[in-house]
Every structure is written in C-alpha cells, then in structure tokens.
C-alpha cells in the first residue's frame, strides 16, 4: 500500500523567509501524482501545487516551489518569501488512481 | 476551478440519531466522490469512495452500517451517520475528480462539524 510520510509535525518560520516542508512517499508505481494541500482555519482544502511523477521539471507555482526527487521518493515544497496568510496545516498528497493518500500534516507558524 | 459544496457545515445531533451530510458538485459532474474523516489536527482519513450508480466501497475498519453512502446522482453523494454516538463527533470532508481516470486533482467541500451529544 502506498503511504506518505511527514515527518515534521511544526514548523516556524520569519515573516519574508523561506522555509522547506519535507515529505517521502512510498509506491511501486511508475505513474502517478504529487499534491500539497493547504489547509488554513477555515478547514478548506486548498491545492498548493501538483507535480505528475513522470515529469522531471520541479513545479512552481508563484512562492511556492517543489523539489521532486523520485529516485529517492521525496517530494519537499519550498516556500519563498513567506507571508502570514500562509499559515495553515499543509498535507503532501499521493494519487496512482483514484484514492487519494494523505500525509499526517505539518503546521506551519509564520512569525511577523 | 470546480466547486464542491457541503452541507450543512455544522450539525449538532442527540445521541442515537441519524445524520445526512450532502455532498453536490455544482459545476461538473462526479461519477465518483470520496468521503474522508478528520480529528482535530490530525490528517484526512479515507472511509469511503461513492460511486454513482452502484455500491460505496469502504475501507478497512468503516463499518459500512454505521457510514450508510449513496450516490443519487451525477451531481449528489450523501453520507449518513447512522444511531450516531459521541465518537462519531468529527469533521466530515468530501472531495471529487473533476476528470475520470484518477489523475486529477481532487476539489474538496468546504466540510460538515458533526457534533453528537
């Protein structure tokens, strides 16, 4: 069964810094996707960013960056140039169907 | 992007009753919809995937009787806590594809608070 490991359950960082959640996953599969949700107070899930595994480019999207290492299973996501409304719980995702595979979450403090 | 909408996002119910959460995408439509479990500051836990037209497929530990799922529609999947006792209290989230085949992203409802007292 695939599973997705995070395995820091806080992180901190300085207002206008930059700050790297980890996540590893584990699959037999060759095809398949990559997800980091946000998930602010509210509860809303919100999509961060997506990578498809068969892809080799890193996907950006504005301040958020990934780094996809697929040999190693891991799918880190960078933060650039934080801001207080990124503060939520973040969840790395892994889909090779239809399931969807969460992480156990990582909260993320933004100091101002 | 593609709307999920959840309702009702808050339910507070007796001990021993039923509850219905609706789960409706607005804009297109989902042959298939999943329901996930959440407890405080914890992650989604998947209990089951409804699929239109037939039978819910639960994961392991979900007792299928207490969880009843139908999928009415194209559009609409229900979720019904049956005779609800206190540790059912969570936050129930729904979420669908927007394209078939299990690649897509999923879009998530807004989610229902259900308190059991």
């Not at chain 1, 949700?37 to 809303?44: D, E, L």
Request: proline residues 3%.
């Amino acid at each position: 069964a695939q599973t997705v490991t995070q395995s820091q359950p806080e992180m901190s960082v300085q207002e206008a810094e930059t700050v790297t959640l980890s996540c590893t996953y584990d699959t037999s599969e060759s095809d398949y996707y990559l997800f980091w949700y946000k998930q602010p107070p509210s509860r809303q899930m919100i999509l961060v960013i997506r990578q498809e595994a068969y892809k080799q480019q890193n996907a950006t999207e504005n301040r958020f960056s990934v780094n996809f290492q697929k040999a190693a299973k891991s799918f880190s996501l960078k933060i650039s140039d934080s801001q207080l409304g990124d503060a939520a719980m973040y969840f790395c995702a892994y889909t090779g169907g239809n399931k969807l595979v969460f992480g156990a979450g990582t909260i993320l403090r933004v100091k101002s | 992007g593609a709307v999920v909408s959840q309702h009702p996002s808050r339910v507070i119910c007796k001990s021993g009753t039923s509850v219905k959460i609706e789960c409706r995408s607005l804009d297109f439509q989902a042959t298939t919809m999943f329901w996930y479990r959440q407890f405080p500051k914890q992650s989604l836990m998947l209990m089951a995937t409804s699929n239109e037209g037939s039978k819910a497929t639960y994961e392991q530990g979900v007792e299928k009787d207490k969880f009843l799922i139908n999928h009415a529609s194209l559009t609409l999947s229900t979720l019904t806590v049956t005779s609800a006792h206190p540790e059912d209290s969570s936050f129930y989230i729904c979420s669908a594809p927007q394209t078939s085949g299990g690649t897509g992203e999923l879009f998530f409802g807004e989610g229902s608070r259900l308190t059991v007292l």
